[in-house]
């Protein structure tokens, strides 16, 4: 689907097939690199990259995503020398381990190089905005070290050159000084620009001292030996550009190199013929199978190393889900293999785990997932985080009144979080959400079902105004639709008739084969009146 060409003299967008749940598309100004293709791409030697690793299922990677479609289209006039790229870790996770992924989404800057083992500068802001990624990705490329030949629009002038310069203009190689008070804008008119006969300083440098410049403008030089100073000049990029510009085809030393219109590039919407809403409130089988399974294939296989603590966490996970599931016995005997393959290591690497994960599959653990209750109108809704939810609420109200408890479920679930969830956005808020309501302290069964149904509803109210499936909306759960009592006219929620409801609906579960398996008996709670 990629090819070197195809990077090396356009900026043609490589995007996955329509039915992986991508991030982005052949509308956005974004290259989407697959495992065979990505270090043809980022290594080749002639671009720098600005590269996103990142989870089509993560929602954190879903909000960051238009912004990261905007900073590639505000940048469109740089693409001859920086390329904005990414690869989606649930499709090609092997690449995202090599990167050594920790969290998504993660953003690196890997410079101009043939290195295959360079990694890249990570980008750690406070806050992801658009302009923030900008900025980073400014000071990035004046900062690499090796820049290929033309491109001494990267380096700012130096003293001993505006002393040269001065002393012999004709001699000069270059053709503009740009001096500025914000060496942001200075920057940026030299990366539109991209020549390298245009250089930049700042007013209150040493060069600008040497050039004898206290004021920002433009500073040119002919080879018959004139210097001319243009002061007073507005200090904005596009302004400066047009002055530069007029100035070389004055002095006929560079061709204007104007771009002309770049043009518009807004993103189509995904057309949804039809969506079937009536079936996201029943549990079926294969969507806890898909959590699972992208559970074990994106998230733990893309850890490096498992620290002791991981592999408890991830050994408690595996027995829990087995004994807390409700699955087929060909699924249950799969699960049980990879258990088996597990319990007996005291370490464990990602070639480990991919040899468990090959040896799984080989008795038919599956590698794909089939969404349906959790299918979203479009491939980068809902999917893994809404098939996770339903495991986890599933193993707890499987387990109610059996062993492990729900209360050391609930445990489990936290220590998967801690450790293999990889939209670090999303964990920490889970994290910090866990120690506010105090989860790890629950010690009644009904109130670590209930403790975990109150957590989800927080996360869909807090989720509730960002973008999200307009065809399922984030609700408080259960919708009066679903459980006429338990909600009041007001929309307090009546805690007793829903810790029987969740026990009641997490116990009824579609087969793949179509028929529903029942939980039974489907037990009744204590006296609830504590719950209230």
């Not at 356009?10 to 995007?15: D, N, T």
């Not at 039809?274 to 959590?291: G, I, N, P, R, W």
């Not at 062993?403 to 910090?432: A, M, W």
């Not at 639709?481 to 009824?508: I, K, M, P």
Request: aromatic letters at 10%.
């Amino acid at each position: 689907m990629f090819t070197v060409l195809a990077v090396l003299l356009l900026h043609v967008p490589l995007i996955v097939s329509k039915k992986d749940a991508t991030l982005f598309d052949e509308n956005d100004d974004v290259i989407v690199f697959k495992e065979d293709s990505y270090e043809k791409g980022l290594y080749s030697g002639d671009k720098a990259h600005v590269f996103l690793l990142y989870s089509s299922y993560c929602g954190h990677c879903q909000r960051f995503a238009p912004s990261y479609k905007q900073f590639a289209a505000d940048i469109k006039k740089w693409f001859d020398i920086v390329d904005v790229t990414g690869v989606d870790c649930v499709y090609d996770t092997p690449v995202c381990r090599k990167f050594d992924v920790r969290g998504y989404p993660t953003v690196r800057f890997i410079g101009v190089t043939t290195n295959t083992s360079d990694i890249g500068t990570s980008w750690n802001p406070d806050s992801r905005s658009v302009e923030g990624l900008i900025d980073w990705t400014i000071s990035m490329l004046y900062e690499m070290k090796n820049i290929p030949a033309g491109w001494g629009f990267l380096q700012e002038v130096t003293e001993a050159e505006a002393k040269a310069w001065r002393a012999k203009p004709g001699k000069a190689t270059v053709k503009v000084i740009i001096v500025v008070d914000e060496v942001r804008t200075g920057r940026i008119t030299c990366l539109d620009l991209q020549l390298s006969t245009v250089r930049y300083t700042y007013t209150t440098s040493n060069a600008a001292l040497a050039l004898g410049v206290k004021a920002p403008g433009l500073i040119a030089f002919s080879k018959n030996g004139k210097i001319t100073h243009v002061p007073n000049i507005e200090q904005k990029p596009e302004v400066l550009d047009k002055e530069i510009k007029k100035i070389l085809r004055l002095h006929q030393n560079q061709d204007s190199n104007d771009d002309g219109d770049d043009g518009d590039n807004e993103g189509k919407d995904y057309k949804v013929d039809y969506v079937d809403t009536s079936l996201q409130y029943k549990l079926f089988e294969l969507d806890l199978q898909s959590a699972v399974n992208n559970a074990f294939y994106t998230e733990v296989a893309l850890k490096a190393q498992h620290t002791s603590n991981d592999l408890d966490n991830l050994k408690g996970f595996i027995k829990t889900v087995l004994k807390c599931g409700s699955w087929t016995l060909d699924y249950r005997r799969q699960l049980a293999h990879v258990k088996k393959q597990l319990e007996s290591r005291d370490s464990l690497s990602s070639g480990d785990w991919s040899k468990i994960l090959e040896s799984a599959n080989a008795k038919g653990f599956p590698r794909n997932s089939t969404f349906v209750g959790c299918k979203g109108s479009q491939p980068t809704y809902r999917g893994y985080s809404c098939s996770l939810w339903l495991l986890f609420h599933t193993m707890l109200s499987t387990c109610y009144q059996a062993n492990p408890p729900p209360q050391d479920v609930l445990k489990t679930i936290h220590g998967y979080i801690n450790s293999y969830f990889t939209c670090s956005y999303c964990r920490e808020h889970f994290l910090q959400m866990a120690e506010d309501m105090n989860l790890l302290g629950i010690r009644q069964p009904e109130q670590a079902i209930l403790g975990l149904w109150e957590a989800h509803n927080k996360v869909n109210k807090r989720l509730s105004s960002d973008p999200h499936d307009p065809y399922f909306p984030k609700v408080q759960y259960p919708p009066v639709g679903q459980c006429g009592d338990c909600q009041s006219s007001d929309g307090t929620f009546n805690r007793s008739h829903v810790l029987s409801f969740l026990l009641q609906h997490y116990r009824r579960v579609r087969t793949p084969f179509g028929n529903i398996r029942y939980v039974s008996p489907v037990p009744q709670p204590p006296d609830t009146q504590h719950l209230e």
